[in-house]
């Protein structure tokens, strides 16, 4: 992969360089070696600059997603069931675990999602087959009923309204309010992920979007994808094998992840521009999330350099990938980039095509893209923005 290098003297701070912001990919590029870039660049879901863009097929993200889980359920199984030593079971099953909830994150945010738009598969009615499957197994909504929710999402008269999928889920099942403090609705966030009142107020919800839908051959296909594990677990005696390895993903860790991806989805813009309803509505209402951090500037030759950046990977390959496969997975730091090209099938090369886009100024939309780099942070932002809307800005 050929990458077009920054010229920054060794030493000088990008700060300083008239003209040039702060970017933490781009000084990935300049300060580390062309080998590493496409890991960096999967990992942050940004490109170096000048990296130019490919072609990928959106079948990959269906065989990765299923590779995904069964890598997963086979780790998780083997750490419970093999004969190991306690740390070394231990780290198989956190990795078995997150795993398989990133192939499930998969199919909900990539799969389940692009099905909807149509750009999947190339006939609408594969796309409808597959988006009917995956919300049966994997206890989402109907198919049906999620697309018709989901273009009123994607319109700026319905975004960020009672009648939006996002808010409904930020109001609704999460409990938070406009107006409220911020410090407030980050307790109520934390005490969420550690309620199981909570998880199961969620999973009912899911269970009943699925199985009691009103369409009974999607109610039946929903039913069997939940018995079939079942009925492994019973032939084979392995029930805690079975209910750790596949159900904890599917039901506890799917919905710990789907809250934060939500959370970092969207942010409440000033209330100007949400009565405006308009295109800069749209932009202001979504932000690149970024997993990363701004690469150290001191050489590793030095002993503060080489602590930096001992430091600076310890992040990188534990919060920071952690954030990546198990919530921002698949084109979901790229969010912006979706809401202002819904239909685009660019999507599968989803961080080149967003930088193509944000380098040709955004056409058709009055303000380019702003990101927010790190997971976190991006949250925090987010219901900074809802602390500050006056309650009922939102109706």
């Known amino acids: 992969m050929k990458l077009n290098r920054i010229n920054v003297p060794t030493g000088v701070s990008l700060q300083s360089v008239p003209g040039l912001r702060e970017d933490p990919r781009a000084a990935m590029a300049q300060r580390l070696p062309a080998a590493l870039q496409p890991f960096l660049t999967w990992l942050t879901a940004k490109p170096a600059p000048g990296e130019a863009a490919r072609e990928i097929p959106a079948r990959r993200y269906v065989a990765g997603g299923l590779a995904w889980m069964a890598v997963g359920c086979a780790l998780s199984a083997t750490a419970l069931l093999a004969a190991l030593p306690w740390p070394v079971a231990l780290l198989m099953l956190a990795a078995g675990l997150t795993a398989t909830s990133s192939g499930l994150g998969l199919y909900q945010v990539v799969i389940f999602h692009h099905c909807s738009h149509g750009t999947v598969f190339r006939s609408r009615e594969r796309n409808r087959q597959v988006g009917r499957l995956v919300s049966a197994l994997l206890l989402f909504t109907r198919f049906e009923d999620y697309q018709r929710d989901h273009m009123m999402h ?94 904890l993903p599917l039901t506890i860790l799917l919905q710990i992840a789907t809250v934060f991806r939500i959370l970092c989805e969207h942010r409440f813009p000033d209330v100007a521009l949400i009565e405006a309803r308009g295109k800069a509505f749209v932009c202001a209402s979504t932000v690149g999330v970024f997993p990363g951090a701004l690469p150290p500037e001191a050489l590793a030759t030095s002993l503060r350099g080489a602590l930096a950046w001992t430091g600076w990977w310890a992040r990188m390959l534990t919060a920071v990938l952690f954030s990546r496969v198990f919530v921002l997975v698949g084109d979901a730091p790229c969010h912006d980039f979706h809401h202002r090209r819904p239909a685009t099938r660019k999507w599968t090369d989803y961080a080149r095509a967003r930088q193509q886009d944000e380098d040709a100024g955004s056409p058709g939309f009055p303000m380019n893209y702003s990101e927010n780099w790190g997971l976190i942070h991006a949250v925090d932002r987010n219901l900074a923005t809802l602390a500050a809307t006056p309650p009922g800005a939102v109706a």
């Open 154 to 247: 994607h319109s700026a008269n319905k975004l960020l309204t009672d009648e939006d999928e996002f808010t409904g889920f930020v109001f609704g099942v999460c409990g938070l309010e406009p107006g409220v403090p911020k410090r407030e609705l980050w307790r109520r966030v934390v005490m969420n992920l550690i309620s199981p009142a909570f998880h199961a107020r969620f999973l009912l919800r899911r269970v009943k979007a699925a199985m009691f839908s009103g369409d009974r051959q999607h109610d039946w296909m929903a039913r069997a994808g939940l018995a079939l594990p079942l009925l492994v677990a019973a032939a084979t005696g392995a029930w805690g094998a079975v209910l750790v390895a596949w159900f």
